[in-house]
């Protein structure tokens, strides 16, 4: 294997055991959040000594009210907890719902993929637990098939969304498998697994065909990676490139330019999105990470870039390509 690697350098719908807790208010950005635990730390500290020591009551009100003032803010999110008693749920005849059979089910996972640990909690952090456990067989061999593809542009199993009996087996399988036990190693370190991939030998080698191997779908990996990126990826490179690009993290999505009337071409009469108000400044030419999606009308950049609408699962996305032609003959 070290061949291929040189280097050199939940909502109340999964099945109703869960319900959307009152909203939390969150600051905006991380800015906001350094000075909220600043101000709150110091708040709490004082509180407990001003029971002793009254001339520190002033600097407790105070800093309650900036605290105050900052709540206002903060901005609204939905929280998932677990029902105070969890809803029975049964087996449904033929799927009618009003037909339940048998006894109430309980939580659990699939038994020909092994079983809960008897210590686990039958929740959402016991299902997580099980998903990444050593000897889960799936999900660290998924995972890193997707980084193989975002990387080199096909999978080694090249059908992502059947990875399985039914779907393509892997070009590579004792590669696959080292590198899902190393990335399971690494602490699931998804950036030390790019990091790793990106300064092999496969990956710097030159992507020009090779005539002395008969491998035109490249299944061999004998040439580098050759394939247009993603459309969030083109637009930052474009806006670094222009000297535009902000690269400031975390905080609200931002609304760039888009032509006009076309969230009211795909809205329904109780849309609370019908108006699309472009953001001004700086914000317009923030990282694609955070460009506001509308499910059903993704930005036209993205789209006219094959990046799919958010209505249906998508692992790997198509890729268009046009032609063009240099003094009259196409490349």
């Keep these: 294997m070290m061949a291929f690697f ?10 109703n055991r869960y319900e959307y807790g009152p909203t939390v208010k969150a600051p905006a950005d991380i800015a906001a959040w350094e000075k909220w635990e600043a101000i709150n730390a110091r708040h709490v500290s004082l509180t407990k000594q001003a029971g002793k020591n009254t001339d520190l009551k002033p600097e407790v009100d105070a800093l309650a009210k900036q605290i105050a003032d900052l709540k206002k803010k903060f901005v609204s999110t939905l929280v998932a907890r677990d029902l105070p008693k969890p809803r029975q749920m049964k087996l449904l005849e033929r799927g009618e719902y009003n037909l339940p059979k048998g006894e109430p089910l309980q939580p659990g996972v699939f038994a020909v993929m092994g079983a809960l640990h008897k210590d686990a909690p039958a929740n959402r952090l016991g299902l997580a637990q099980w998903l990444t456990a050593r000897g889960h067989p799936l999900v660290s061999r998924v995972l890193i098939n997707r980084v193989w593809q975002r990387t080199f542009g096909e999978g080694l199993v090249r059908t992502p969304a059947d990875f399985g009996l039914q779907g393509e087996q892997p070009t590579h399988p004792e590669l696959l498998d080292w590198l899902a036990v190393d990335l399971q190693d690494r602490d699931w370190n998804l950036k030390a697994m790019l990091r790793l991939m990106v300064t092999s030998r496969t990956f710097k080698q030159s992507s020009a065909y090779r005539g002395q191997v ?26 670094w490139a222009s000297r535009l690009l902000d690269s400031s993290m975390g905080g609200e999505g931002v609304k760039p330019y888009q032509p006009g009337g076309l969230w009211k071409a795909l809205m329904h009469p109780g849309s609370n999105t019908k108006n699309y108000v472009t953001d001004k400044g700086a914000r317009q030419y923030r990282r694609s990470l955070y460009v506001y999606w509308k499910r059903t009308s993704p930005h036209p950049m993205m789209t006219l870039f094959d990046a799919p609408s958010r209505e249906s699962s998508c692992v790997k996305r198509s890729r268009t390509s046009t032609p063009y032609a240099i003094a009259g003959v196409a490349q």
């Design 6 to 15: 040189n280097s050199t350098a939940e909502s109340s719908m999964d099945g």
């Design 214 to 239: 008969d491998d035109p779908e490249n299944r061999l990996w004998a040439r580098g990676p050759s394939h247009r990126l993603d459309a969030e990826a083109l637009r930052d490179v474009a806006l």
